[in-house]
Every structure is written in C-alpha cells, then in structure tokens.
C-alpha cells in the first residue's frame, strides 16, 4: 500500500484493481498534452479477478493507448489459494488479446526478456500492450518458492531470515555488462496553466432550468477558458448535460461507456497528472464506483465528481434511479467538499468554485427544472450558505438545498399567509458547512432548526447540520425520506415520502 502523502506517489491504489484505471487516465493525459511520455501499470494475477481491471482494459482498448504498457506479475498464488489461471499463460494471453491488447508472455525472472518485451510494447502502434510475466512467489529461497501461505507474512529474524539471505547471497552474480540506461522522456514547453471562467450566469429570474442542464453549460464553459478541464462520461452524457462540454471540447471528452469504476479511476489518473476533470454520471450509479471514490479522498487528488437524478424528485423512474444516500457516501470523506445548487445562477458558480477548489469534490445536480432565483452577481463561496426570507419574528429555521429549497420556500408563503414566520435557508455548501451561519440563525428563531431533504435520513443534510450546531442547545428537526420509495410524480413522490411543504409546514406547527 502506497500513500498519497509520499511525494513520489500520485495516486493511492491499495485497494486492489484500481490501478489500470488510473493509468488509463494517466495515459489520456499524455494525449491531452501531446507528450510522448509512457505510462507502465504493475499488476498481480489475483488482482485481475477485479471486475474494474476489464472495465479499464475495454477502455483502454477503445481508446487504442498504445502510449500504455501494464505488466501482470504471474506468480499462481492468491491471498488465500491458487488464483483461477494460475500459470495458464495461454489462457491469459487469450483473455487480454480478446480484450484488444498486444500480450506478450515472458519469463518474468529474466531481465533480458523484461526488457526485450518493453521494447515491444514501445513500438507496438495502436492498441495497449499487456506483458504477462510467469514468476514464482519467493524465487530463489527453497523453503518460500511457490508454496502457499506467505502472503502478507514476514521472514522470522534468526534462522529463518540468515538462510533465505544465505540462498540468495550465492545466486549473486559479477555485473560485468553496463546497466541499460532509459532514455530520458522529452521536455515539452507549455505556458503556465491559467484559470478559467465560466464568466457572467445569462439567466433572468425565474427561468426555469434543471440544475443538471445548469450544469452541462457551465462545464462547456469553463472548458472552453480552461485546457486543463476535462469530462468524463458514463454513456448518460444527454441526460447529465456533460455533452454540451464534448459539443464545445470534443478532444477533452473520454467516453468510458456503462462503466463507472474506470471513470473514476481514469479521472483520478488524469487528475494526479494536471488535469481538472469533471465525471459525472447519475448519482444513483456512483455507488458502483465507491472504492474508488473513498481512494480519490485517500490521494487527494482533484476529481471533481457530479451526480444528477438525485432523490425521489426524478420521478417515474422508480427507486433503482434515485439516488438517497449520495450525499452520505460523499460526507462521509473527511477531504471531499461537497455542493448541492438549487437553481442555474448557484449551479454556474458553484462550478467554477469547485473547479479551483484544492482536493476532490462532488456536486449533487437535479432533473426538475427549479426557477432561477438569484441574480447574475450573487456569490456562493465554497463553505456558506444563503438565507431567502427571514423577520425579526421567525419561529423557526427551515433548511433546504436543491429542491427542497423550494418546497421550504412554499411553505414559507403559506405559513406567512397565517401570520407565522420562519427562515428559510439554502444550504448549498454541506461540506465544508457554515456553522457560525446556521448558529446565527437558530439563535435568531428560538433555537429551532428544522431540516428537509430529498434523501435518505442518514448522512444527509440533517446529520450534517445536527453535527455543525451539536453542543449549542439546538433543537433540529430533520424531515427526510425514510422508506424505500416508489415510482409516480414528483410531486406526488415529495408528498408521499414526507418531504414537501405539507410536512415543512406540519413541522413548524407542531413545535
């Protein structure tokens, strides 16, 4: 296991099956600034049981990497037994060539043919090489060699440890020949990196715009400013807007197909070499990619992740595409901020804040259209928040983000209606949070602070403001979606699941 915080260590993958996805994105990098450098990926033979090492190889393949050169250490021994091929080397070769890469077998204990099969992969046009190197776990010491069960064990001070040293002492060999010497990869000289701008919002007041589509624009934007802007797509590039980022960068668009795992892990690549690139797919999906997302956070690496068609508000898909534990997943990372915009003007910049913001990052996006309700020169720090209505006279706090900012904002009117008073806040920024802010605002509404999200009651908005005020004598009433939901409208979804104004306005009455 390497970590990030080594400086000679650009992503951390030691959680197994992450690094050709990595080195995918590593080698995209190459491409984006015409280098001629050289990406090799390590990999064990146990390892390759991991669904994401062919989710980056059909990739890589599809891209036709040929700049791309991973080296599979064939020992036959798994953790805890004999891996599935074990020293089929035909069987192995077949699967890679069937997967469009040139394999090559070799003897991996021969330097010679290491070298020779890296020469090979160098010249080799087109398509990404794989050499497949048969070894022996623990070559060279008798009682170690082949035999199971030393795995993640050490050699025994004393006897144990002065044999193996005996055994390996007489193999030595006089190193008559000069040591080969790589060549030197060539210096390119590029202007500094400057940040872009996806520059002043051009929507009015109330335009109605899904922040997904929001989204999708923004990111075209700031691409067009900004060569080190990347996308990344999961084959839901129209429904996530992020092909209005391929229409206007078609050369920074890497399509990785159904596959969310090699995203990520491209992305993280892409990102440890200069790149700031935005994945981004249905919130729901990203639960796929979560080891690699918890290893971005380990790396701190700047992904900047996006899911859209969160929460019951989607509507008639049903419960498999919505995404209710997102934002818990995300929280969950110490270093991960975390955004969720409720219109078009906080969405715009809320991206670019991300963009230049220092570590990864996720936005959560929606597929109802929400009213433009801020102003083109409205500013939305990362880490604050916006209060909409407030009185000298508010009885409570009601605190939203996304959509439920508006159904807060419904229940503001009719409550007002009837001579009751309450704040209304949009927190925008969950991690980091405002707590000064949402202090201020408890302290000004009787210490009541009610919550009202479109996910599930763990992890989410509630939970990140009960954290934020914890020890402050605040009362928070947390209105959340508790039950697996079902298909219908979304407004009969926000109803039925308890998070809409009805129930906003319910929970203010009951206090």
């Known amino acids: 296991m390497l970590f990030r915080s080594l400086p000679w260590v650009d992503v951390a993958t030691g959680s197994l099956g992450q690094g050709l996805a990595a080195g995918v994105g590593i080698a995209l990098n190459a491409r984006r600034i015409k280098s001629d450098y050289r990406t090799y990926v390590l990999l064990g033979d146990g390892e390759c049981a991991e669904g994401s090492v062919w989710e980056a190889a059909d990739v890589a393949a599809h891209e036709r990497l040929d700049n791309l050169c991973a080296i599979v250490d064939v020992n036959a021994l798994g953790q805890s037994q004999a891996t599935q091929f074990q020293h089929n080397m035909d069987a192995l070769a077949a699967r890679w060539r069937a997967f469009g890469w040139h394999a090559v077998v070799i003897d991996g204990h021969s330097l010679p043919a290491i070298l020779e099969a890296f020469d090979e992969a ?191 508000s989607i509507g008639e898909d049903g419960p498999s595409q919505m995404a209710l534990e997102d934002l818990a997943m995300f929280r969950v990372q110490p270093n991960f901020t975390v955004l969720y915009p409720c219109d078009a003007v906080s969405t ?102 009610i919550t009202v999200e479109d996910h599930y009651a763990t992890g989410g908005i509630g939970d990140a403001v009960a954290a934020a005020v914890a020890g402050a004598g605040v009362t928070v009433t947390r209105i959340a979606v508790r039950e697996i939901p079902r298909s219908g409208t979304p407004d009969e979804l926000l109803d039925r699941f308890g998070i809409s104004a009805k129930q906003i306005v319910a929970a203010v009455r009951a206090q």
Not at 156 to 169: C, F, P, R, S, V
Not at 381 to 387: A, E, R, S, T, Y
């Open 122 to 312: 160098r010249a080799t046009k087109g398509r990404p090489t794989m050499v497949l190197a048969k070894t022996f776990k623990g070559k060279g010491i008798s009682f170690m060699e082949g035999k199971p069960g030393w795995h993640g064990k050490a050699v025994k001070k004393g006897d144990e440890l002065n044999a193996a040293l005996a055994e390996l002492q007489k193999q030595f060999v006089a190193d008559a020949d000069p040591k080969p010497q790589p060549k030197a990869p060539t210096s390119v000289s590029r202007p500094a990196a400057k940040a872009g701008t996806v520059g002043a919002p051009a929507y009015a007041l109330g335009d109605l715009v899904a922040t997904r589509e929001a989204y999708g624009a923004a990111l075209a934007k700031l691409g067009v400013t900004d060569e080190r802007v990347v996308a990344l797509d999961a084959d839901v590039k129209n429904s996530t807007f992020s092909d209005k980022f391929e229409a206007k960068c078609p050369e920074r668009f890497y399509q990785n197909f159904i596959a969310e795992q090699v995203m990520v892990g491209a992305a993280m690549g892409l990102a440890a070499r200069g790149a700031i690139p935005f994945p981004s797919t249905f919130a729901a999906f990203l639960t796929r990619a979560a080891d690699f997302i918890r290893m971005a956070a380990i790396s701190g690496v700047n992904v900047k992740l996006a899911g859209s068609h969160a929460g019951v």
């Open 348 to 449: 715009e910049k809320l991206i670019e804040g991300m963009a230049y913001h220092k570590g990864p990052a996720y936005m959560r996006t929606s597929r109802p259209k929400t009213p433009v309700i801020y102003g083109p020169d409205e500013a939305f720090p990362i880490g604050g928040l916006k209060v909409l209505r407030q009185s000298a006279s508010d009885v409570a706090t009601v605190i939203g983000a996304g959509v439920t900012v508006f159904e807060a904002l419904k229940a503001h009117d009719e409550l007002k209606a009837v001579g009751i008073q309450i704040r209304v806040v949009d927190l925008y920024s969950l991690q980091p949070i405002d707590a000064a802010g949402l202090l201020a605002c408890a302290k000004a509404t009787q210490g009541r602070l």
